[in-house]
């Protein structure tokens, strides 16, 4: 599985933008999908991911303002963005972990998300 994250950019706290992860392959729907992010100077850390039934989950920092969601037809995973925080800065990466296990075997090249106060 090859990912291709997009959708970075630079915003005003309190702004939205809504990333995008294209997977190739054909088991895409078979997968959990993950964000992370790694800020700078800090570790990775989990974000939010979508299961391959569509159940989702969140970090704490994250709940209640950003959404993750699949469409398993375009082979795409979104984590919509809303209320950013500048703190929110970081590299944001997608992975995928098969649907038998909770790790991440795969992992997109990340998009930098830059939150201004």
């Known amino acids: 599985v090859q990912l291709q994250a997009s959708g970075g950019g630079l915003v005003q706290a309190g702004g939205s933008l809504r990333l995008s992860c294209v997977a190739s392959?054909?088991?895409?729907?078979?997968?959990?999908m993950g964000w992370f992010r790694q800020a700078p100077g800090k570790e990775r850390e989990f974000v939010a991911y979508?299961?391959?039934?569509?159940?989702?989950y969140y970090a704490d920092s994250v709940k209640g303002r950003f959404t993750v969601s699949r469409d398993n037809a375009k082979n795409t995973v979104y984590l919509q963005m809303n209320s950013l925080k500048p703190e929110d800065t970081a590299v944001y990466y997608c992975?995928?972990?098969?649907?038998?296990?909770?790790?991440?075997?795969?992992w997109g090249q990340g998009t930098l998300v830059t939150v201004s106060s």
């Open positions: 992975a995928a972990a098969p649907r038998a296990t909770t790790t991440y075997n795969y």
């Open positions: 392959g054909r088991t895409f729907s078979s997968y959990r």
């Open positions: 979508v299961s391959w039934s569509g159940s989702t």
